[in-house]
């Protein structure tokens, strides 16, 4: 069954750093997005992305956070200076289409920021 | 805004007795609605869907859920637990966003804790 993969797993990183978080969503899917729970609380939307631009995007999303799909298979979210509170578990998605189809999550990155 | 209320933050049950978990939510149109499970360390698993039709649906591992547009409720239901269902269990409702593409909006979790 087709699934969307994303990597690393567990990523550790110093208060500043970049980081760059990698999703491969299912191959025929045309919708893609990033979510993320900070520990105990909700699973949170932060951006959509859509014919390679984003559709849509949460307040949330500032300028630290970047989308990209740099080529027909990866969907990445880069995070330029880290700061404590971005700390969390990040989902991605996608969906083959937005009216009809459900999200495919991933099994999430997890990030901690020292 | 469209929001998602799960008033249990913890359920605890045996295992083979029923099980309902509440969902109500808040939404302007008419909602699409999900469930998802997820495990520990895991990511969310969709367990099943209401898009418009039969207003009670019928999902993977047994769970259950109908869509009451009068309570604006969304409860899921499974009428005999298994020990493997033990998890967090979240209710989402989707929107359109003017860039026509589906957002999400989660609940808070119900976690479910099975008793042998």
């Known amino acids: 069954e087709p699934e969307v993969t994303q990597t690393p797993s567990h990523q550790v990183t110093q208060m500043g750093q970049e980081v760059i978080l990698r999703c491969v969503p299912i191959s025929n899917h045309l919708y893609f997005y990033w979510y993320r729970q900070i520990l105990g609380q909700k699973v949170e939307f932060l951006v959509s992305f859509y014919n390679n631009e984003i559709s849509e995007k949460s307040e949330i999303f500032d300028d630290q956070f970047s989308v990209e799909r740099p080529d027909g298979s990866n969907f990445t979210l880069k995070i330029r200076s880290t700061k404590l509170e971005d700390s969390a578990m990040y989902f991605c998605?996608?969906?083959?289409?937005?009216?009809?189809?459900?999200?495919?999550f991933g099994e999430g990155s997890r990030l901690t920021v020292l | 805004a469209q929001s998602v209320t799960q008033p249990d933050i913890h359920i605890t049950v045996s295992e083979g007795a029923s099980l309902e978990l509440r969902c109500n939510y808040s939404y302007g149109a008419t909602p699409y609605l999900f469930w998802y499970v997820q495990s520990p360390g895991q990511g969310l698993q969709l367990l099943l869907k209401?898009?418009?039709?039969?207003?009670l649906v019928q999902g993977i591992k047994g769970f259950e859920a109908e869509f009451k547009r009068s309570q604006s409720s969304f409860n899921l239901r499974k009428p005999s637990v298994h020990w493997s269902d033990a998890a967090e269990y979240f209710c989402?409702?989707?929107?359109?966003?003017?860039?026509?593409?589906?957002?999400?909006?989660f609940g808070s979790g119900t976690q479910l804790t099975v008793l042998p």
């Open positions: 989402a409702v989707g929107s359109i966003s003017s860039g026509s593409a589906r957002q999400l909006t």
């Open positions: 998605a996608s969906t083959q289409g937005a009216r009809t189809g459900e999200l495919f």
């Open positions: 209401y898009f418009s039709g039969d207003t």
